[in-house]
């Protein structure tokens, strides 16, 4: 398996500002997910993006993974204070069923 | 509710004891996985099962540390002879492994907090 790199360590923004976090990987993969843990709690699943596809959206939030530079991004629209909380992406190799970690992204939103 | 629920949510003991931890997965889950997470730190695998077989142990997972899922529904973490170091935040998840070699999405517990003193 391979771990993920998320990119800032740290992020602190407006409230209804956009938040961006990137994610980078070495090896090809076949999907690579995006979790959301607030402080103390286990960890929410948000978005999983299969190799093939390019964009995903789900509510307030938009993936994109570009497999030609080994990344992806996670750009949350319209923050609100709930949105505190450290972001993980985990890429995924085929064949590998657990989830590797970097040491996520810290978004803070400020009211 | 029926997510993942896990048992203690809070653990303090003294260095030397011995402590379980119980995790139960979402009704009909067929995986069940553990994870380790220390403060600033993502969650590190430790082990997971398919039903009841253990499929994969990290490196991690020291021979103090032993997991089991007897029946293939809940599953314990037991940490023997407990060491400071072993103070972490304990995640169980679970997914559907109906499909080999595909990875899903995992549902993770709220986590059991192990003090060690």
């Known amino acids: 398996s391979q771990q993920g790199e998320e990119d800032p360590q740290a992020l602190s923004i407006q409230e209804g500002e956009n938040a961006t976090m990137n994610c980078s990987y070495k090896?090809?993969?076949?999907?690579l997910q995006w979790y959301r843990q607030n402080s103390g709690r286990g960890l929410v699943h948000l978005i999983l993006?299969?190799?093939?596809?390019r964009e995903k959206h789900s509510g307030r939030l938009r993936v994109t993974l570009d497999t030609s530079k080994k990344s992806s991004s996670l750009l949350i629209t319209a923050s609100r204070a709930a949105d505190t909380a450290s972001y993980f992406c985990?890429?995924?190799?085929?064949?590998?069923?657990?989830?590797?970690f970097g040491t996520g992204t810290r978004l803070t939103i400020i009211p | 509710d029926t997510g993942v629920s896990q048992d203690p949510r809070h653990k303090i003991t003294k260095r030397g004891q011995n402590v379980t931890f119980r995790c139960d997965p979402i009704?009909?889950?067929?995986?069940l996985y553990w994870y380790r997470q220390t403060l600033g730190q993502g969650p590190e695998f430790l082990t997971y099962?398919?039903?009841?077989?253990?499929?994969?142990k990290s490196r991690l997972l020291s021979d103090r540390f032993s997991a089991e899922r007897p029946k293939g529904s809940f599953s314990t973490l037991e940490i023997q002879r407990t060491e400071q170091g072993d103070s972490a935040m304990y995640l169980c998840?679970?997914?559907?492994?109906?499909?080999?070699?595909?990875?899903?999405?995992?549902?993770f517990g709220p986590g059991t907090r192990l003090l060690v003193l």
């Open positions: 998840a679970s997914s559907p492994g109906h499909t080999v070699n595909t990875q899903e999405t995992q549902y």
């Open positions: 090896t090809s993969i076949n999907n």
């Open positions: 993006i299969r190799s093939n596809e």
């Open positions: 985990a890429p995924n190799n085929f064949g590998n069923e657990k989830l590797t």
């Open positions: 009704s009909e889950h067929n995986r």
């Open positions: 099962f398919q039903n009841e077989a253990q499929l994969e």
